[in-house]
């Protein structure tokens, strides 16, 4: 049976993970980072992956892991969400820590950079675009476009014809795009044909990178509640002290049943987020559809609440000096990252032997 509660061990690792982002990353702070073309905070990594331990949690411990599971790495990015967090957690932590799973762990290449990977001394990025969908083609070129944290990438996985190889970051050519969301940088990536250390065959390295993009869809859609938590949270905060006509304007009946749509959506969200995670840590058979379902949905829902946010907070929240518009570009960028709404329905269709929708 599907578990979507939350057990001790997962609601301590949430309020650590908060306190630690309310300190060193609130709104103001992520602003002023974004003024500097760099959005990632100085020492922040290092105590949410190291001190923290999050980074190692997907990762078992006799590899220098936590040894937790999907659960407690959703809890963690339903907090990173919230926050809208530039950290490489998703990228490294999750989907490139999970495709190295998939291969031989006992190769010591794979092993030593899992361990690197758990304790946050090293962070490492699949080199696809973060549009890149589980069961999605692959580029076969040396350059790719759209590689999301790339720039704070230590080692880079590329897949090639022959298989994954691991290249270091200081032997590929990383040039900064301009992202539609600033807290997740992206870069185009080129690499030398023979560069690096190969991991894998071609075949146990499609499905090891289908396995991590599965990891990173099903996760991103604990992201995608956090955000739209947060978006609700604020709205309801800022209505309600927030006057005209000498009345709080929440409590005006038609931004009343906006926010209380808003409050069925995100309880729906929570429902499908927390059963990907739960269909991943248990290694279901049916992850594949719960992870499609999920981001089918918490998508959705995630850029509705940002869009609600945003008008609600009336005209503050069209200024850069709000944190709202961060939130809404974080949303539209987690709409197409891993796979688009679309892709995942068609995903749903063949899973259950419907035919697609038109």
Same mark, same amino acid.
């Given at each position: ?120 001394? $090293? ?26 944290? /790339? ?14 190889? /691991? ?25 030398? /044909? ?40 604020? $709205? ?16 005006? &009946? ?6 209380? &749509? ?64 961060? /939130? ?31």
């Amino acid at each position: 049976m599907t578990d979507l509660l939350y057990s001790e061990t997962e609601d301590d690792l949430r309020a650590a993970v908060r306190s630690l982002l309310a300190d060193r990353a609130d709104p103001s702070v992520l602003l002023g980072r974004i003024e500097t073309g760099d959005p990632y905070v100085p020492g922040l990594w290092k105590s949410l992956a190291g001190e923290i331990g999050a980074a190692g949690l997907l990762v078992p411990e006799d590899l220098g892991g936590q040894g937790a599971s999907h659960r407690e790495a959703a809890v963690v990015l339903e907090e990173l969400g919230r926050a809208v967090t530039p950290a490489p957690y998703l990228t490294s932590a999750v989907v490139a820590t999970e495709t190295l799973l998939a291969l031989d762990t006992g190769s010591a290449p794979v092993a030593e950079l899992l361990a690197d990977l758990a304790a946050g001394r $090293t962070v490492a990025v699949l080199a696809l675009p973060l549009s890149t969908a589980p069961g999605g083609r692959l580029p076969t070129g040396d350059t790719v476009t759209g590689v999301a944290d /790339a720039l704070a990438a230590d080692v880079l996985l590329v897949p090639r014809a022959d298989g994954l190889h /691991a290249v270091p970051a200081t032997e590929a050519t990383v040039t900064p795009a301009t992202p539609l969301d600033l807290t997740r940088p992206l870069a185009t990536v080129t690499t030398g /044909a023979g560069s690096g250390t190969r991991l894998a065959d071609a075949a146990t390295s499609t499905a090891a990178v289908g396995r991590g993009l599965l990891a990173g869809a099903g996760l991103l859609a604990s992201e995608q509640l956090g955000l739209a938590e947060w978006c609700l949270e604020e $709205t309801v905060r800022h209505t309600r002290t927030r006057y005209q006509f000498n009345r709080p304007v929440g409590s005006f &009946q038609a931004l009343k049943h906006r926010m209380a &749509q808003l409050w069925l959506e995100i309880v729906n969200a929570r429902a499908v987020a927390r059963a990907a995670a739960d269909a991943l840590a248990t290694g279901s058979p049916e992850a594949p559809l719960t992870v499609a379902v999920a981001q089918v949905y918490c998508s959705k829902v995630a850029v509705h609440a940002a869009e609600e946010c945003v008008q609600l907070h009336g005209g503050i929240g069209m200024t850069w000096e709000h944190p709202a518009h961060l /939130a809404l570009k974080r949303a539209k960028s987690d709409q197409i990252a891993l796979g688009s709404a679309g892709r995942h329905q068609d995903a749903i269709a063949a899973l259950v032997d419907l035919p697609a929708p038109a």
